[in-house]
Nanobody, 123 residues
Framework: QVQLVESGGGLVQAGGSLRLSCAAS????????MGWFRQAPGKEREFVAA????????YNADSLQGRFTISRDNAKNTVYLQMNSLKPEDTAVYYC????????????????WGKGTLVTVSS
């Protein structure tokens, strides 16, 4: 079993940056693909970014226009999401998730989920 805990969320002004972290415990995630997802109030959960087990492949939502970058440190059992040029529409709860496959399968079906961290972007 894998436990995922997100941190780094908070209130930021439009144009600012935040770095989210996702710390895993219970077992190593070095063989798992990892992803970030978000859910805004009144909206469905959506894909943000994903990374393969080694970090060699990354996947990003086209709508983000390259503003967010996912990375991982397998030695620390941690995944990150660097968010730049934040916009009010980025306001959401951000979730970290793990896929027991080595490569992201392109869906919202993940094996383990964190409880999320709230990001609020003010205009």
């Amino acid at each position: 079993q894998v436990q995922l805990v997100e941190s780094g969320g908070g209130l930021v002004q439009a144009g600012g940056s935040l770095r989210l972290s996702c710390a895993a415990s219970g077992r190593t995630i070095s063989g798992y693909a990892m992803g970030w997802f978000r859910q805004a109030p009144g909206k469905e959960r959506e894909f943000v970014a994903a990374i393969s087990w080694s970090g060699s492949s990354t996947y990003n939502a086209d709508s983000l226009q390259g503003r967010f970058t996912i990375s991982r440190d397998n030695a620390k059992n941690t995944v990150y999401l660097q968010m730049n040029s934040l916009k009010p529409e980025d306001t959401a709860v951000y979730y970290c998730a793990a896929d027991r496959n080595r490569y992201y399968r392109g869906s919202l079906v993940m094996d383990y989920w964190g409880k999320g961290t709230l990001v609020t972007v003010s205009s």
